[in-house]
């Protein structure tokens, strides 16, 4: 009666989302979310949407996702899931985040992700230069299986658009066991050459910063 309660809800949120807004999470227990999908949009366009619910043999899901005007500005078009998924028995979550009509046309973009695991996730982005929600025309950055425990990554590349494009990350957590936890998050970032620059260079100097002040300690 429960799961038939969960089942029964999540397709309520499905039927009641409108396709209109371009920020999207769903969330399903199959790979191509042909399932029960639980779906959230930006209903006030204020670039975050949320999800909070149960399905099927998953206890929690807290899942977030941002994007303009939330994060970003003129400079730097981005997207950003977070994620925490507890399970109540053996299985696999499927999560996917989206959101259109991105503009930097001839861009570095980068991928940056981190979080633990109790038992294995793995994330892929992309770039759709038809501007459609979830598409999957170029693949940014594939992390592959990661195992138990911490984990983080990166990757960058160029980007090359003729007109608007989407971007969309997707995340896939299998668990062995009920009451088991995976906690993430997953940011794409497309900015212009310069103000990458100008980022890793703050980060330098701050580094240098750091050290000077561990070295004066030190003395």
């Known amino acids: 009666m429960q799961s038939f309660l969960k089942s029964f809800l999540a397709i309520i949120v499905l039927a009641s989302a409108t396709s209109a807004q371009a920020l999207v999470i769903e969330i399903s227990e199959t790979a191509d979310f042909s399932g029960v999908v639980i779906v959230a949009d930006d209903a ?84 759709d230069g038809s501007n459609t929600g979830f598409g999957q025309g170029l693949l940014l950055s594939d992390s592959g299986t990661l195992f138990s425990g911490a984990f983080s ?24 066991d009920g009451f088991q936890i995976s906690s993430f998050d997953y940011a794409v970032s497309v900015a212009e050459p310069g103000t990458l620059a100008l980022v890793g260079l703050g980060l330098l100097g701050l580094g240098l910063s750091r050290r000077r002040k561990a070295s004066t300690v030190a003395g």
């Open 153 to 176: 990554g990166s990757d960058w590349g160029r980007i090359s658009m003729e007109g608007a494009y989407s971007m969309s990350i997707y995340a896939a957590i299998t668990h062995n």
């Open 44 to 127: 006030d366009n204020d670039g975050f949407v949320q999800v909070s619910s149960a399905i099927g043999t998953w206890l929690i899901n807290v899942v977030s996702g941002f994007s303009s005007p939330a994060i970003g500005d003129q400079h730097v078009d981005k997207i950003h899931l977070n994620s925490v998924n507890v399970s109540g028995g053996q299985g696999t979550i499927y999560i996917r985040l989206t959101d259109t009509d991105f503009q930097r046309l001839e861009d570095i973009y980068t991928t940056d992700f981190g979080g633990t695991t109790d038992g294995s996730v793995s994330f892929q982005s992309y770039a």
